[in-house]
């Protein structure tokens, strides 16, 4: 990436554990009862959650007690829910007590393993690899993870151990267990990470890995199945672009979920389909008008939706949100991830509208992906999308704006009404532009707020939209406004709205692609 300050996350064979007479099977970690097929691993619904402050577990409490979680998500009933109750994990709690009648109780961690039925463990040693092997194996063995410190206290509270991978990498437990593992989902994660995700690559029974941007990696990513999904986050010392493009490349997409909790938890509820409450707005157009949208970046982003996106005054936990339309992104992933926390957002929004993040159905370069990777997925983001009451989608690319045959991947699918176009560096490097694939627009951003960028000041900002064309039967007619979240605010929207001529009127961004598409054709 030629400018460091646009990077988008910037500032960004056993039986064991469970007492089964088998081992126990990632499969089930599907939860076969759903009502809608799922594009992703769930957990089993939970009646009775056992609430730990993660604050008051060390860290190799912290990884036993993820590893637990994830065993116990596979079979629904009783598990237990890791709170930060500054974030958005307290909403999500209170949301499945109030709404989903699951049932909440102060927990112990010692407890909660006694009454789990789990009787093994996998021992690791803190600060290498092994964390990862332990939090792979716990899936493939029904066995916990457990950090040196703590085995004489396992072995007190009536554990055995199962496996001793304290020698052992990535590299070694992918060499011999991954045909016993899930080749649709793997999991990146540092080893310095000690509990974040690990419910979900537990109950998944997936790989859980990390190898900076190596060989190494390169061989796991190739292994996935056609548009498998890399869950985490991966090394972007040198930019993003460092691991996507070869996830592209391999036909793979990316969910920035490294920081995500509870998602074996959260996963475990079934929506089928959920209706955004969120204004929109038909109206015939004014011929001296110009339309804008504004669409915040980074929607893809798991672990920011799940943690203080909610509650932070600078996004949606603004005062000031509600008072203009506003966009915001969302993965399609979180209808089977975290269906009670897309839901949640939904009934919250008064004036906001939710687009899909970049690019699609999760983080990658449709430029890169192969043609029949690329097809798999726009169908299941199609899908996804119908679900979610979900009409358009960002892209995030390299050069790939007038490649209209990738956009008819997208736009052949009935549930998407249009594509906004962010050129990888800048986002807004096209001004405007539009290009159609499939009779459907494919719109670029006319410009940006982003601190520090020339032109991306809310004054400048302020200044191109007053001064743009007023026809709303041209492309010229219409703006999208991207803004940078990590450097922008509600507040800094709202001081661009304030300045804006009477002609120059804030719709929903679904409302601008559906006028754009109607009005504008070429």
């Known amino acids: 990436m030629s400018d460091r300050r646009l990077s988008r996350r910037h500032a960004l064979g056993l039986t064991a554990g469970l007492g089964l007479a088998a081992t126990v099977s990632p499969s089930l970690a599907f939860g076969a009862s759903a009502p809608a097929p799922s594009a992703y691993p769930k957990g089993r619904r939970p009646r009775v959650l056992n609430v730990l402050t993660e604050s008051s577990l060390s860290l190799p409490e912290r990884t036993l007690a993820t590893t637990l979680q994830g065993l116990l998500a596979r079979r629904g009933g009783e598990s237990l829910y890791l709170n930060l109750p500054g974030l958005g994990y307290q909403h999500w709690l209170d949301d499945l007590v109030s709404r989903y009648g699951v049932r909440a109780r102060t927990g112990d961690l010692w407890t909660t393993v006694g009454r789990s039925g789990v009787r093994g463990y996998v021992l690791f040693r803190a600060g290498t690899p092994s964390v990862n092997v332990a939090t792979t194996l716990a899936g493939v063995t029904g066995a916990v993870a457990v950090e040196e410190s703590l085995e004489a206290l396992a072995i007190r509270n009536g554990l055995r151990k199962v496996l001793d991978v304290r020698d052992k990498d990535d590299r070694w437990v992918f060499e011999t267990y991954w045909p016993r593992l899930r080749h649709d989902v793997v999991v990146e994660q540092r080893a310095d990470i000690p509990e974040r995700l690990r419910d979900y690559a537990t109950m998944a029974g997936a790989l859980a890995f990390f190898d900076g941007n190596s060989e190494f990696r390169a061989t796991v990513v190739e292994a996935l199945d056609d548009d498998g999904t890399v869950i985490g986050w991966g090394d972007a010392s040198a930019?993003?672009?460092?691991?996507?493009?070869?996830?592209?490349?391999?036909?793979?997409?990316?969910?920035?979920?490294?920081?995500?909790?509870?998602?074996?938890?959260?996963?475990?509820?079934?929506?089928?389909?959920?209706?955004?409450?969120?204004?929109?707005?038909?109206?015939?157009?004014?011929?001296?008008?110009?339309?804008?949208?504004?669409?915040?970046?980074?929607?893809?982003?798991?672990?920011?939706?799940?943690?203080?996106?909610?509650?932070?005054?600078?996004?949606?936990?603004?005062?000031?949100?509600?008072?203009?339309?506003?966009?915001?992104?969302?993965?399609?992933?979180?209808?089977?991830?975290?269906?009670?926390?897309?839901?949640?957002?939904?009934?919250?929004?008064?004036?906001?509208?939710?687009?899909?993040?970049?690019s699609g159905g999760g983080y990658m370069y449709p430029s890169r992906y192969p043609a029949g990777a690329l097809d798999k997925h726009t169908a299941s983001l199609a899908r996804a999308m119908g679900r979610a009451d979900l009409s358009v989608a960002q892209i995030i690319d390299f050069d790939a704006f007038e490649n209209t045959r990738l956009w008819s991947s997208y736009l052949k699918r009935p549930e998407i009404d249009g594509l906004i176009y962010l050129e990888y560096s800048r986002y807004d490097g096209l001004k405007g532009k539009v290009v159609w694939s499939e009779g459907k627009p494919v719109i670029a951003a006319r410009t940006m707020l982003w601190d520090g960028l020339d032109g991306a000041d809310e004054a400048s900002v302020t200044a191109e939209l007053n001064a743009a064309t007023r026809n709303p039967f041209s492309t010229a007619g219409y703006s999208i406004v991207v803004w940078h979240a990590w450097s922008k605010s509600v507040d800094n929207v709202l001081s661009v709205v304030d300045g804006l001529a009477p002609h120059v009127k804030v719709v929903p961004p679904d409302t601008l692609v559906r006028m754009v598409g109607t009005h504008a054709k070429p």
């Open 239 to 358: 930019g993003e672009d460092g691991f996507i493009g070869p996830n592209s490349s391999a036909g793979v997409k990316a969910l920035p979920a490294d920081h995500a909790r509870n998602l074996s938890v959260l996963s475990g509820i079934h929506e089928d389909r959920l209706t955004q409450r969120g204004r929109t707005l038909e109206q015939a157009p004014d011929p001296a008008a110009h339309y804008v949208s504004f669409v915040i970046t980074d929607g893809d982003n798991i672990q920011w939706a799940l943690g203080d996106f909610p509650t932070d005054p600078r996004w949606f936990g603004s005062p000031r949100r509600g008072e203009v339309d506003l966009g915001w992104g969302i993965s399609p992933s979180l209808i089977d991830l975290a269906p009670s926390v897309m839901r949640w957002f939904y009934d919250q929004s008064v004036k906001d509208r939710w687009v899909v993040g970049p």
